[in-house]
C-alpha cells in the first residue's frame, strides 16, 4: 500500500515558457514507468497529481510540471525552492510499459503537452526501446524533452519550427504504421479519441492502444 512521504526538492529547471522540472529526493519509492504520484503541499489543501518522468534507475524523482493559468497547485510549485518540502503519496496507475509489448512489437508512443511525462520514464527506463513518438504543441518554444534517443517527431500547430506543421492527429493520417505496433496515447481527451479512431482505421487492433488523459 503505498505511502504519503515528504522529500526534499533537489532542483527545479525551468524548460519552456510555462513547463518546469522538479527534482526531489527518491528515497525508497519504486514504480513502473508510467505510473504517477499524489504531490502535497505540506499543511496545505493543495493537491494534485503527476506523472513520473525519471527512469527507474535514476537516483531521484522527476516530475514535468506545467504552470496552468488558473491552476493553484501549478503556480506554487513553480515558486518552490530547492531545500523545500513536499508530500508524496504513491505511485499509483496501470498506464504502464508492459514488456510482453515491446520486446516483440514496435511502439507508438503520442503526447500532447506534459502527456510526454510517461513516456520519457519509458524510454529512460529502457533506452533501447523501439519507438516512434509524437509530441504535439502549440508553437516550437513550447516543446520540451526533445532529447528522446529514438525518432522524435514534434508536430507544432501554430507555428512552422517543428519536424511537422499540425497536430499529432494530421501527421498520423498522413504517416500509417505498420498493424503490429502498440500504442499509448498521452495528453488531451479529445487527441486521444480523435487518434484512437485513425489508428483503428489504419488497422490497428483495438486492443493494442493504451491510453491516459493528461491537462
Known amino acids: ?28 519509492i519504486m514504480f513502473d514507468p508510467g505510473q504517477y504520484v499524489f504531490v502535497n503541499l505540506p499543511g496545505t489543501r493543495y493537491v494534485r497529481e503527476y506523472s513520473i518522468s525519471s527512469g527507474i534507475n535514476d537516483p531521484y524523482l522527476e516530475l514535468t510540471i506545467k504552470e496552468v493559468a488558473d491552476g493553484c497547485m501549478s503556480k506554487k510549485l513553480r515558486n518552490i525552492e530547492s531545500g523545500e518540502l513536499l508530500e508524496i503519496e504513491g505511485p499509483f496507475g496501470f498506464f504502464t510499459l508492459n514488456e510482453s509489448f515491446y520486446a516483440t512489437s514496435p511502439l507508438l508512443l503520442v503526447a500532447t503537452g506534459t502527456g510526454i511525462s510517461p513516456f520519457r520514464s519509458f524510454v529512460r527506463s529502457n533506452p533501447a526501446l523501439n519507438y516512434q513518438l509524437l509530441h504535439g504543441v502549440r508553437y516550437g518554444n513550447e516543446s520540451y524533452h526533445r532529447d528522446f534517443p529514438g525518432q522524435y517527431i514534434l508536430c507544432t500547430s501554430r507555428d512552422r519550427s517543428g519536424n511537422f506543421y499540425g497536430r499529432v492527429t494530421k501527421y498520423q493520417e498522413a504517416h500509417p504504421i505498420s498493424t503490429d505496433h502498440w500504442c499509448y496515447l498521452s495528453g488531451n481527451w479529445r487527441m ?10 489504419q488497422g490497428i487492433p483495438f486492443d493494442h492502444i493504451l491510453s491516459e488523459t493528461h491537462n
Do not use: A, C, G
Open 192 to 201: 486521444i479519441e480523435d487518434m484512437r479512431e485513425i489508428l483503428v482505421r
Open 1 to 28: 500500500m503505498p505511502m504519503k512521504q515528504v522529500h526534499l526538492v533537489l532542483d527545479k529547471t525551468v524548460i519552456s515558457p510555462s513547463v518546469f522540472l522538479l527534482r526531489l529526493e527518491r528515497k525508497e
